[in-house]
């Protein structure tokens, strides 16, 4: 199977030295390196910066997508999008690969990897991962190489802060995978792999385990895994300096039997998070120990406005750095469901369902400024943008449609 091609593509004078070094050292520190995006400040406890903000308002965006049964799509499609007009500008195809259902940037913004999710790359029962290069000019993506992904039909993507890691969950294979990249930023293959074992009460969607998404702690010291056929959020000890990955004490949270977890997030602060449960369209709250990366339930809340008896799966959650609020996406009651969180005890309040302008929300991404939603309407084949109230979380559209062919996947890359 072809998976990629190119986008059509010294006492004073010892004073005087303390200076000098003073001097050097602080500009040292206070010097980005060179090609470097310019990286938001943290607190250590504090939930680490998705994508930096650009001092100008500029940023390029990704959209991942998915190309078979059916899709129009090619591969990952390319935006220019200027944070102070809100004016959207397509750049087009970005590069031509296979089911890239889900992408992630370096933190030097130079390079994006993609998982591809099918189930028989270089034989079966295994998907791939796939390295680019990023010209921030065009927004054109350039092939570097692939990867086995070690388990059949990866869905989630991440780099570690550091740039040396790609994480990648596989859905299907239901395992979860470490890649070290290499200074060229390719790929080099796994230095952990970790297949999960057992099953849920749901015997059409937990059948065996299906690893759905993996995401690291602010200090890189843990990985959290939401395993949506075991009802398990996992937690593993990620070691950086090898790339490897060791249960954690203990090595998982149950959520509810049936429940279906997807997706996770942290609050500003790192000390509650949240994960969406697909199967149960609800999400879960917990309280985190960040320093032993250890998580107790405190309330799980319903997705869905009241008396709705539909059909619905959960997809998306995020809670942008800026606001308090967490928003995610109910695909079948096509909207964004929207909650007030509550800064002492984690906990949530329903604020409203804003339709999502389309069928399938299958993904949403905040701009790094926390002004703008994109909902990523998979079935409509569009994006449609909302404008954030930072004051009350309400979500107005913009007006803003954009057509991508099954966009499963939203991610920003600063200018800067």
Same mark, same amino acid.
Request: glycine letters at 10%; a negative charge; one cysteine or more.
């Given at each position: 199977m072809r998976f990629h091609s190119g986008m059509k593509n010294s006492r004073h004078s010892l004073s005087a030295l303390n200076l000098l070094v003073a001097v050097v050292v602080l500009t040292t520190l206070l010097t980005p390196l060179a090609g470097a995006a310019p990286q938001a400040v943290y607190s250590p406890g504090a939930a680490a910066p998705a994508t930096p903000v650009s001092q100008q308002g500029k940023y390029l965006f990704y959209v991942g997508t998915y190309t078979e049964e059916g899709s129009k799509s090619k591969g990952i499609y390319a935006y220019r999008f200027d944070s102070n007009t809100a004016e959207i500008t397509p750049l087009g195809l970005a590069a031509e690969t296979t089911n890239p259902s889900f992408v992630a940037v370096h933190p030097s913004g130079r390079f994006?990897?993609?998982?591809? $999710?099918?189930?028989?790359?270089?034989?079966?029962? /295994?998907?791939?991962? /796939?390295?680019?290069?990023?010209?921030?000019?065009?927004?054109?993506?350039?092939?570097?190489? $692939?990867?086995?992904?070690?388990?059949? %039909?990866?869905?989630?993507?991440?780099? $570690?802060?550091?740039?040396?890691?790609?994480?990648?969950?596989?859905?299907?294979?239901?395992?979860?995978?470490?890649?070290?990249?290499?200074? %060229?930023?390719?790929?080099? $293959?796994?230095? *952990?792999?970790?297949?999960?074992?057992?099953?849920?009460?749901?015997?059409?969607?937990?059948?065996?385990?299906?690893? &759905?998404?993996? %995401?690291? /702690?602010?200090?890189?010291?843990?990985?959290?895994? %939401?395993?949506?056929?075991?009802?398990?959020?996992?937690?593993?000890?990620?070691?950086?300096?090898?790339?490897?990955?060791?249960?954690?004490?203990?090595?998982?949270?149950?959520?509810?039997?049936? *429940?279906?977890?997807? &997706?996770?997030?942290?609050?500003?602060? *790192?000390?509650?998070?949240?994960?969406?449960?697909?199967?149960?369209?609800?999400?879960?709250?917990?309280?985190?120990?960040?320093?032993?990366?250890?998580?107790?339930?405190?309330?799980?809340?319903?997705?869905?406005?009241?008396?709705?008896?539909?059909?619905?799966?959960?997809?998306?959650?995020?809670?942008?750095?800026?606001?308090k609020f967490l928003y995610a996406s109910n695909r079948g009651h096509d909207s964004i469901a929207v909650f007030a969180i509550d800064p002492d005890k984690g906990t949530l309040t329903p604020v409203e369902d804003i339709p999502t302008q389309g069928k399938t929300p299958r993904s949403f991404e905040v701009t790094p400024t926390g002004t703008f939603l994109f909902a990523a309407n998979q079935k409509s084949d569009n994006i449609v943008v909302f404008k954030i109230d930072p004051k009350t979380g309400h979500l107005t559209p913009t007006g803003q449609v954009l057509d991508v062919p099954s966009p499963v996947c939203i991610k920003f890359l600063a200018m800067e």
């Open positions: 994006l990897y993609a998982v591809n $999710e099918v189930g028989n790359y270089k034989g079966p029962n /295994s998907g791939g991962v /796939s390295a680019f290069s990023i010209d921030k000019t065009t927004g054109k993506l350039t092939f570097l190489n $692939e990867v086995a992904s070690r388990g059949a %039909d990866p869905c989630y993507i991440t780099v $570690e802060k550091n740039g040396k890691y790609v994480l990648v969950a596989n859905y299907t294979g239901g395992s979860v995978a470490v890649f070290p990249v290499l200074p %060229d930023g390719k790929l080099g $293959e796994a230095t *952990a792999f970790v297949q999960h074992t057992g099953h849920g009460p749901n015997a059409k969607r937990q059948e065996g385990p299906h690893a &759905h998404s993996i %995401d690291l /702690s602010p200090d890189n010291r843990f990985a959290m895994v %939401d395993d949506l056929g075991l009802d398990e959020l996992l937690v593993y000890k990620f070691d950086v300096a090898k790339g490897t990955l060791t249960p954690n004490e203990p090595p998982f949270t149950k959520l509810d039997p049936g *429940a279906g977890p997807r &997706h996770f997030a942290l609050y500003p602060s *790192a000390k509650f998070a949240y994960v969406v449960n697909e199967l149960q369209s609800t999400v879960t709250v917990f309280t985190n120990d960040a320093e032993a990366g250890a998580l107790h339930s405190l309330q799980t809340i319903s997705t869905l406005p009241k008396g709705f008896t539909g059909e619905n799966d959960d997809a998306e959650i995020l809670v942008p750095r800026s606001i």
